[in-house]
């Protein structure tokens, strides 16, 4: 087999068979073919696309690249959630201890964070002895016993796509539904999971900006499920401002706390209700994701949520007392409020204004060996459709140093101000079973 020929193929539109994108995808992760190679058939998938098939037998091959973890001895239908990526993004925090409330086994591999959102490793390595290694063997007896465990995503788990991703990053490749589709499944696939919710972001802070292209997104990376034999669900989510008021890191876990006591921010809890209940569902706990929801209602306002939050943290390592005393998380030296100079509606937001600003500060990566302030962070203070007045505080600025002129700038663009109050927001647009 040659590649040029697979190339030819693809830029005339034809599909590729299994055999010949294992060929591709083995003979890349071995490095017997040139970037310059793959590049152009990644070029020619761009504009050519790949059909279902083709989709599922490249995340396949992209699964099998590397190791496959074996969570066999893990009782019952394992889930995970998988978010593409937003500002603010608390929800893996909260729904952990939701759904182990419920018996279902929750075994969570999780990224950390680059660019304008964050990852929910960096964020519970806040909390004071978290940690996020875990030998295989304490992952699954954590899960057997109480339900639940995250490790960070480590060992050789998929090198097809951290290979082609760094190439598609510096050619023009990144947004291709079907690469950005097996790329987001593969790892899931790997990480041994039998059912997966993901929550598809979508509005100004995501990477999908538009719902036409979320939707898309959506019902290929659920039907790479169907074809691979997981259990997948999407739903699709607001993103068009940051999700609650916290974007950082100990501040999101602050925030995660109050959603569990029950006094989150609405959009938080409604997304992360139905996240929660399609896991649920998925792991066979229920049949239907109202009774989830109202059962998880309850759950927080009876307090267990809390303790088995309390719980998830002591079996990592980490110091449960953060939960009722959150000033023990890291604090930052400086808390600088953001006053409007406009009066009006806030009509829309930039939320990847709010995601980069909060990255300046500290609370994110540029580059991958950025290290993380933990306490830095933005308290967004208004929200779409909340009426501000010359004066008021748009958001809070926590901060380590004092200088934050560059990043008062960039976060005061975020807002967009309007005379007239905007329709109330969608929080979740559509879910692709
Ligand atoms: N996230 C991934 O893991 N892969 C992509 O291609 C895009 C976002």
Do not use: W
């Not at 995808?25 to 590049?39: A, E, K, R």
């Not at 991703?165 to 690469?179: F, K």
């Not at 097996?182 to 900006?209: H, P, R």
């Not at 809390?306 to 009722?324: A, M, R, S, T, Y």
């Amino acid at each position: 087999m040659r590649i040029v020929d697979l190339i030819n193929k693809k830029k005339h539109g034809e599909r590729l068979t299994k055999e010949e994108i294992e060929f591709v995808i083995n003979g890349y992760t071995s490095g017997d073919l040139p970037d310059y190679q793959v590049s152009a058939l990644l070029m020619a998938i761009y504009f050519k696309g790949m059909d279902t098939q083709e989709i599922a037998d490249l995340t396949h091959a992209m699964v099998h690249s590397g190791d496959v973890v074996d969570l066999s001895q893990i009782q019952g239908i394992k889930v995970d959630k998988h978010s593409t990526g937003g500002v603010g993004d608390k929800i893996s925090l909260i729904v952990i201890p939701l759904v182990a409330s419920v018996g279902v086994p929750v075994a969570k591999m999780s990224g950390r964070g680059l660019g304008h959102t964050g990852g929910t490793i960096d964020k519970l390595e806040a909390i004071e002895g978290f940690k996020v290694e875990l030998s295989n063997e304490t992952f699954i007896n954590n899960v057997n016993t109480y339900k639940m465990a995250i490790v960070g995503q480590t060992g050789n788990l998929t090198p097809a796509d951290k290979k082609l991703y760094a190439l598609r990053d510096v050619t023009g490749t990144i947004d291709s539904i079907p690469l950005i589709a097996s790329s987001i499944m593969s790892k899931k696939i790997a990480a041994g999971t039998d059912a997966i919710v993901l929550d598809v972001k979508v509005g100004s802070g995501a990477f999908m900006k538009s719902l036409d292209d979320a939707r898309e997104l959506a019902k290929t990376m659920v039907n790479i499920g169907n074809a691979l034999n997981r259990k997948t669900v999407a739903v699709i989510t607001n993103m068009d401002q940051p999700l609650g008021h916290e974007v950082g890191n100990a501040n999101e876990i602050k925030e995660a706390i109050e959603v569990l006591r029950g006094h989150g921010a609405e959009d938080e809890t409604q997304v992360a209700l139905t996240i929660a209940s399609y896991m649920a569902v998925l792991g066979g706990a229920f049949k239907e994701t109202t009774e989830a929801k109202a059962h998880f209602e309850k759950v927080i306002a009876s307090g267990e949520a809390i303790e088995l939050l309390k719980k998830f943290i002591e079996i990592q390592g980490g110091n449960p007392q953060v939960v009722d005393h959150p000033e023990k998380l890291p604090t930052a030296k400086y808390h600088l409020d953001i006053k409007s100079d406009m009066e009006g509606y806030i009509a829309g937001f930039d939320a990847e204004k709010v995601g980069i600003a909060a990255m300046m500060l500290g609370a994110g990566r540029r580059r991958k060996e950025d290290v993380i302030d933990f306490a830095a962070g933005i308290t967004v203070a208004k929200k779409m459709g909340d009426h501000v007045n010359l004066g008021d505080v748009l958001c809070v600025l926590h901060s380590n140093s004092p200088d934050v002129l560059e990043v008062e700038k960039v976060v005061r663009t975020a807002f967009m101000f309007s005379s007239n109050q905007p329709e109330p927001t969608q929080y979740i647009y559509e879910i692709i079973e």
